[in-house]
Nanobody
Framework: QVQLVESGGGLVQPGGSLRLSCAAS????????MGWYRQAPGNARELVAA???????KYTDSVKGRFTISRDNAKNTVYLQMNSLKPEDTAVYYC????????????????WGQGTQVTVSS
């Protein structure tokens, strides 16, 4: 059983910064891809930033130059450093990963964290 646990959300003023963390826990697994999505009220869930299978990064246009995704492979953890936050960044942020589990059989699955609220407001 693999779980994704997020932390780091909260309330911040416009122009401020937050750092989100997402750790994958469990046993007998390997992470193929890992990243962050967000969903604002009334909107569809959208990709914010992610690592691809090849290890490169991709960002949605609205966060380029402000957000940075990074990872610690030894800790199975991905981070999202969010700078110069804007009110339109307000959303629930979800960690997502495509994970290969080995037991009892090899299986690739799509995993989601529980979500963490980010609110940008003065």
């Amino acid at each position: 059983q693999v779980q994704l646990v997020e932390s780091g959300g909260g309330l911040v003023q416009p122009g401020g910064s937050l750092r989100l963390s997402c750790a994958a826990s469990g046993s007998s697994f390997s992470i193929n891809t890992m990243g962050w999505y967000r969903q604002a009220p009334g909107n569809a869930r959208e990709l914010v930033a992610a690592f691809t299978r090849g290890g490169s990064t991709k960002y949605t246009d609205s966060v380029k130059g402000r957000f940075t995704i990074s990872r610690d492979n030894a800790k199975n953890t991905v981070y999202l450093q969010m700078n110069s936050l804007k009110p339109e960044d307000t959303a629930v942020y979800y960690c997502n990963a495509e994970i290969l589990t080995f037991l009892p059989v090899f299986r690739t699955g799509d995993y989601w964290g529980q979500g963490t609220q980010v609110t940008v407001s003065s």
